[in-house]
Nanobody
Framework: QVQLVESGGGLVHAGGSLTLSCSVS????????MGWFRRAPGKEREFVGT????????KYARSVEGRFTISRDNAKNTVSLQMNSLNAEDTAVYYC?????????????????WGQGTQVTVSS
């Protein structure tokens, strides 16, 4: 069974940057598409971005396009989410998830395993 553990969340000022990490165990991470989702207070969980197994293909939500970057290191079984130019609307619990997909996966229902989430709070 795949286990995912996020880290790197915290409090940051608006305009600042933060990098989240997701450690993957219990599966062949190099065969998994990985995704990041977030749930803001009072809102549904939403898609943030995804990366295919090779790391060559990524997709992002429009709200984070150009500010967030997903990368992966299959040798270290980790996936990262670099977040720049953060604003108050980025405040949320961020979740890492894995999917058995050949490419990227943007739909929440495509994902099989989820981490417990890490809180990101952006102060204005």
């Amino acid at each position: 069974q795949v286990q995912l553990v996020e880290s790197g969340g915290g409090l940051v000022h608006a305009g600042g940057s933060l990098t989240l990490s997701c450690s993957v165990s219990g599966g062949t991470v190099s065969s998994l598409a990985m995704g990041w989702f977030r749930r803001a207070p009072g809102k549904e969980r939403e898609f943030v971005g995804t990366i295919d197994w090779s790391g060559r293909d990524t997709k992002y939500a429009r709200s984070v396009e150009g500010r967030f970057t997903i990368s992966r290191d299959n040798a270290k079984n980790t996936v990262s989410l670099q977040m720049n130019s953060l604003n108050a609307e980025d405040t949320a619990v961020y979740y890492c998830a894995s999917a058995r997909a050949d490419g990227t996966a943007v739909l929440e229902r495509s994902y099989d395993y989820w981490g417990q989430g890490t809180q990101v709070t952006v102060s204005s």
